[in-house]
């Protein structure tokens, strides 16, 4: 079993920036990716953004350039720098990490407002 605790979430003016973070613990060997999906109110859950053991990074098409996904591999930590924010942006952000299963954490909500 995978247990991911995200941290960071908070609210945030439009136009700042937030920096979310995801740790992974237990049995961390085999996992190959990690990242981060949202859910807006009313909303289905999308994809950000995930990162591989390698550092292959795809990204949602509406926030690339905005969003950068980071990890540490050592850690098993992944990082989301989000900027530029937008009220839109206000969502709980779900961390998730991949290996013969899907982990999901309990998700951290981002506020974008002023």
């Known amino acids: 079993q995978v247990q991911l605790v995200e941290s960071g979430g908070g609210l945030v003016q439009p136009g700042g920036s937030l920096r979310i973070s995801c740790t992974a613990s237990g049995s961390i060997f085999s996992i190959y990716a990690m990242g981060w999906y949202r859910q807006a109110p009313g909303k289905e859950r999308e994809l950000v953004a995930d990162?591989?053991?390698?550092?292959?990074?795809n990204y949602a098409d509406s926030l690339k350039g905005r969003f950068i996904i980071s990890s540490d591999n050592a850690r098993k930590t992944v990082y989301l720098q989000m900027n530029s924010l937008k009220p839109e942006d206000t969502a709980v952000y779900y961390c998730y990490a991949a290996d013969q299963h899907l982990y999901w954490g309990e998700g951290t909500l981002v506020t974008v407002s002023s």
């Open positions: 990162i591989t053991n390698a550092g292959v990074t």
